[in-house]
T-cell receptor
Framework: KQEVTQIPAALSVPEGENLVLNCSFT??????LQWFRQDPGKGLTSLLL?????REQTSGRLNASLDKSSGRSTLYIAASQPGDSATYLC??????????FGQGTRLTINP | EAGVVQSPRYKIIEKKQPVAFWCNPI?????LYWYLQNLGQGPELLIR????????DSQLPKDRFSAERLKGVDSTLKIQPAELGDSAVYLC??????????????FGPGTRLTVT
């Protein structure tokens, strides 16, 4: 059974810092990995999707990497801003089009 | 382009009462998902539809939960009777793919259910 773990569960950093969020998964047989952002009381917003054949994806200040063999992904946020404060979730997609989510990292950027 | 629409956004009911949630996916998306998200946890899949067919309902508690997707577009998730432990956020998502596993899932804002 696929298990997805995100460390740390919560992170608080000063504005302007670069930071890395970690995601690990136990079964490397995945179609893709997706990073989401969730604001309090809101749904999930897709940030980046990495196909299993890719190593990384970039969007603005965000960069996500994927090492399928080691079962790891990282989300790098450059020059963090208070507006980046949210919960970040990673999810892996396996056969039968099922997304398995981690429990999320709650990020707080302090002005 | 409109996103995934869900209603109601919030619902408070007493235990043992029925409740229903509605979802309208993004136009043209043939795959629809219902997820359950408990506080502080990631979403967990309840049921997945490809067009009007429920192709994965293995995590749906069928004694009290039911779902339908008439005409392969809108979907309704029902709980009857609701229990205290059903308090959670119910998320609907949709995607273009019907088997390739390559397309992103787009999520609605969710329905926050409180059972008292």
């Amino acid at each position: 059974k696929q298990e997805v773990t995100q460390i740390p569960a919560a992170l608080s950093v000063p504005e302007g810092e670069n930071l890395v969020l970690n995601c690990s998964f136990t079964d490397s047989a995945i179609y893709n990995l997706q990073w989401f952002r969730q604001d309090p009381g809101k749904g999930l917003t897709s940030l980046l999707l990495i196909q299993s054949s890719q190593r990384e994806q970039t969007s603005g200040r965000l960069n996500a990497s994927l090492d399928k063999s080691s079962g790891r992904s990282t989300l790098y946020i450059a020059a963090s801003q208070p507006g980046d404060s949210a919960t970040y979730l990673c999810a892996v997609r396996q056969g039968a089009q099922k997304l398995v989510f981690g429990q999320g990292t709650r990020l707080t950027i302090n002005p | 382009e409109a996103g995934v629409v869900q209603s109601p956004r919030y619902k408070i009911i007493e235990k043992k009462q029925p409740v229903a949630f509605w979802c309208n996916p993004i136009s043209g998306h043939n795959t629809l998902y219902w997820y359950l998200q408990n506080l502080g946890q990631g979403p967990e899949l309840l049921i997945r539809y490809e067009n009007e067919e429920a192709v994965d309902d293995s995590q749906l508690p069928k004694d009290r939960f039911s779902a339908e997707r008439l005409k392969g577009v809108d979907s309704t998730l029902k709980i009857q009777p609701a229990e205290l432990g059903d308090s959670a956020v119910y998320l609907c998502a949709s995607s273009l793919d019907a088997g390739t596993g390559t397309y992103e899932q787009y999520f609605g804002p969710g329905t926050r259910l409180t059972v008292t």
